[in-house]
């Protein structure tokens, strides 16, 4: 089938959990014959947490990379450097619309130069709210989602968070298309990844963690409250815990002077992980442990028993479902809800269902090109 001719499509990346859930967004574009772009915002820009993604979700490196990004420090002047860096592209290219995912400073950025050109702007994952309006990426979310044509809420609670709020924009259950993007990476991931062997790691008999939010790893107090709770964990439990650290944690764990309270027990540190090897750890860990929201609705697909270490999440069907706990940071609600998963049945019934992208893209396509 010929490709359809005229302005493209453009998909805003920048962050680690952008690239993945607009992968299969990729290629279903690729699959309908839509043409599209990709803009790299280059929030992200570490091997591990960039270049890696790309090798294991098969997408070719942009064209379009901001660089001059890593260098700003701060929220506002990174998310200036990318708007200035977006808007210029945009300005070049003339896409018919552009797709942000998620809710992080990239996601802003790419939504809000489009706006400003007009231009028809899709948010993928819209309607996640936390109320808790110490998180950078509630503000995120609460904006892109009011300047937003076109809301593709995940789950069902999302969209009744929209029409509460009176978006102006079209709201469209989509569902999430990370679930997408655990079916189609999950088994090749069962396939090549040597992971466990590399890490002396033994199916079901380690617990994972990973923590990267603000609020929990940038007050040297909760940073090390959570870490205490890791080692309660691994010592009142004797459970091994695994912990691929991301760089913002890293830092702060050593400017901290931290690295001492988790090494005297049975923490292993990895770096951060890449698709493929993540998904096999994740889906042989017993347990998860984590305040990042895309590991939240993994592990609730994949049957993996998950502890939110934050007070609240956007993600609530994972609640009902029995499939994840809210604990905090208190070291020994971490030692109490941890125990408890351990515990558990994992006999929930997955809240997520696949096939987001697919909607997403036909809606796109048909409102573009028609
Ligand atoms: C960002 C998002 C967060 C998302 C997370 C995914 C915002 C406000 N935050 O948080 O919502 O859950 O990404 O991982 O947008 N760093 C590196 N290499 C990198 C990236 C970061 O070393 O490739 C270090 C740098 O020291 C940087 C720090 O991590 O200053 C924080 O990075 P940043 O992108 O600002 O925030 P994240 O914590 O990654
Ligand atoms: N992830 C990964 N390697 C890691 C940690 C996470 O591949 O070492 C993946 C994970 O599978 C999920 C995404 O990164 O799809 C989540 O990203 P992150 O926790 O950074 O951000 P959030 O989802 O909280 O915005």
């Not at 999440?313 to 020994?332: F, K, Y």
């Amino acid at each position: 089938m010929p490709k359809i001719k005229g302005g493209q499509i453009s998909i805003l990346i920048g962050t680690r959990p952008t690239l993945i859930k607009h992968a299969p967004i990729i290629r279903e574009l690729e699959r309908q014959n839509v043409p599209f772009f990709l803009i790299h915002a280059g929030q992200h820009y570490s091997f591990e947490m960039d270049r890696i993604f790309f090798r294991d979700l098969g997408i070719k490196y942009p064209k379009y990379v901001l660089k001059s990004v890593r260098k700003a420090k701060g929220h506002g002047a990174q998310t200036a450097e990318m708007l200035r860096g977006i808007e210029k592209i945009l300005l070049h290219e003339s896409p018919r619309a552009v797709l942000v995912g998620g809710d992080t400073n990239a996601n802003l950025a790419g939504a809000l130069a489009a706006r400003k050109l007009h231009l028809k702007v899709g948010h993928v994952e819209a309607g996640a709210r936390s109320f808790d309006w110490r998180m950078p990426e509630e503000h995120n979310r609460v904006m892109i989602d009011h300047i937003s044509d076109w809301l593709f809420a995940s789950s069902t609670e999302m969209k009744k968070n929209l029409l509460k709020e009176n978006v102006r924009g079209k709201v469209l259950l989509t569902g999430s298309s990370i679930v997408d993007a655990v079916w189609e990476h999950a088994r090749i991931a069962g396939r090549k990844s040597q992971v466990l062997n590399a890490l002396s790691l033994k199916s079901k008999q380690y617990v994972l963690i990973t923590i990267h939010r603000e609020h929990n790893v940038d007050a040297k107090a909760s940073l090390e409250r959570i870490l205490k709770g890791l080692c309660l964990v691994s010592k009142q439990l004797g459970v091994r815990v695994l912990f691929p650290v991301h760089p913002r944690t890293a830092r702060r764990i050593s400017e901290f002077g931290l690295k001492k309270l988790a090494a005297d027990h049975a923490i292993q540190w990895v770096k951060p992980q890449g698709y493929l090897d993540f998904l096999k750890i994740l889906s042989s860990a017993r347990v998860v442990l984590t305040d990042s929201g895309g590991i939240q609705q993994e592990a609730s697909i994949l049957r993996v028993p998950c502890v939110t270490l934050r007070e609240n999440t956007e993600w609530v069907e994972t609640l009902s479902v029995g499939a994840n706990r809210l604990a905090g940071i208190e070291p020994g609600m971490i030692l109490h809800q941890t125990r408890k998963a351990l515990n558990s049945q994992c006999d929930w019934k997955n809240p997520f269902p696949a096939g987001a992208s697919r909607k997403i893209v036909s809606f796109v396509k048909k409102e573009c090109y028609r």
